[in-house]
Structure formats: C-alpha cells, structure tokens
T-cell receptor, first 114, second 113 residues
Framework: AQKVTQAQTEISVVEKEDVTLDCVYETRDTTYYLFWYKQPPSGELVFLIRRNSFDEQNEISGRYSWNFQKSTSSFNFTITASQVVDSAVYFCALSEVGDYKLSFGAGTTVTVRA | EAGVVQSPRYKIIEKKQPVAFWCNPISGHNTLYWYLQNLGQGPELLIRYENEEAVDDSQLPKDRFSAERLKGVDSTLKIQPAELGDSAVYLC???????????FGQGTRLTVV
C-alpha cells in the first residue's frame, strides 16, 4: 500500500520569506511518480510538478524548487521569496506505475502575510 | 482550451435526498476520475474511467453511490440517499490515456443537512 505524509498542517510566513513543505512517502514499488499540487481558495487542484522515481535530480522552476531524496523517501518543496498569491493548500501525491490513482497527503496550508 | 468543468459548484440538500454531480473533461482526455475530498484532507479516488468503462471503482460505496459515463465523454456521479457524512467536495479530473498528469476541476461542494 502506498502512503504520503505531510507532517506540517499549517505554515504561516511573512512575504519574501522562504517556506519549505515536507513530504514523506511509502511504497513497495521501485517505480513510481511523485507530484505536488496547489489548491487555492477557488478549489481547483493545480498541477505543479511530476517526478519519476528514477530521476533524483533536483528541479527549479522560478521561485519553486523540489528536493527528491530516495534514501529518505522524501520529496520536499520550497517556495523562495514567498508572495501573498502563494497562499494555498499544497498537496504531495504518489502514483505507482500502472496504477493511475493519485494517493494524496493531507495537505499543508500555507499563509503568506503581507 | 477549456479545463475540466464541473457543476454545480455548490449544493445543499437534506439527508436522504438524492443528488447528482456533472463533469465535462478536457477534450481528448479519455481518462476521467472522481475524487472525494473531506475537509482538511487530501482527495481520495472514488472511480476511474477509461472511455466509458469503469476500470477502478474499488473505492466507490456502491450501496449509495453510482457513476456513469455513457458516451465516454462527460460523467455523472450520483448519491442516493445522501447522508450527513457525505458532506465534502467532489472533484473530477481527466487525463490523456496512459498519462499520470491529471487536470482537476473546481469541484462541487456538497452540504448535507
């Protein structure tokens, strides 16, 4: 069975601070995908990134960066120089190859104050 | 290009009443998902369709929930009868066949009173 844990329920920061969201996962498969989604107040889940289990390279996209470490089963997400528009709930998710179901963590609510 | 469209956005019903949610996926996306999101939790898969076939409905409570995707495009999720515990957000998502990148709609927030 697969499982995703996001230990941080809520994080509150002041604008321009960096914020790191933790994600730890469990799976018995050697091949899987990891995802991050953003859910703003409007409710729609917005896809941010997908990584496969064979690619441990860290990735940067603008102010977003992701650190994938198979040795610790973690896929952490950092927002650099946070902005008020980053306020949302962020979900980490896992999908095993051949099983298109996404298993989500409970989410981390990020509040960025001006 | 239009995203995944769901309606209604909000629904309030009394317990024991029936309710239905509608989803229109992104054009060309043969895979359609219905997820349930309880307050403060991540979404959980209810059912996945490949075209008109339900290929994974193992998490769908079949005593009161049903879904259909008759022509392999839009889909309807029904609850009959609704219970208080069904209050949640029902999310629809779609993807191209074989792709793990799913696109979500805004969801239908159901309140059962």
């Amino acid at each position: 069975a697969q499982k995703v844990t996001q230990a941080q329920t809520e994080i509150s920061v002041v604008e321009k601070e960096d914020v790191t969201l933790d994600c730890v996962y469990e799976t018995r498969d050697t091949t899987y995908y990891l995802f991050w989604y953003k859910q703003p107040p409007s409710g729609e889940l917005v896809f941010l990134i997908r990584r496969n289990s064979f690619d441990e390279q860290n990735e940067i996209s603008g102010r977003y960066s992701w650190n994938f470490q198979k040795s610790t089963s973690s896929f952490n997400f950092t927002i650099t120089a946070s902005q008020v528009v980053d306020s949302a709930v962020y979900f980490c998710a896992l999908s095993e190859v051949g099983d298109y179901k996404l298993s989500f963590g409970a989410g981390t609510t990020v509040t960025v104050r001006a | 290009e239009a995203g995944v469209v769901q309606s209604p956005r909000y629904k309030i019903i009394e317990k024991k009443q029936p309710v239905a949610f509608w989803c229109n996926p992104i054009s060309g996306h043969n895979t359609l998902y219905w997820y349930l999101q309880n307050l403060g939790q991540g979404p959980e898969l209810l059912i996945r369709y490949e075209n008109e076939e339900a290929v994974d409905d193992s998490q769908l409570p079949k005593d009161r929930f049903s879904a259909e995707r008759l022509k392999g495009v839009d889909s309807t999720l029904k609850i009959q009868p609704a219970e208080l515990g069904d209050s949640a957000v029902y999310l629809c998502a779609s993807s191209k066949t074989g792709s793990t990148e799913a696109f979500f709609g805004q969801g239908t927030r159901l309140t059962v009173v």
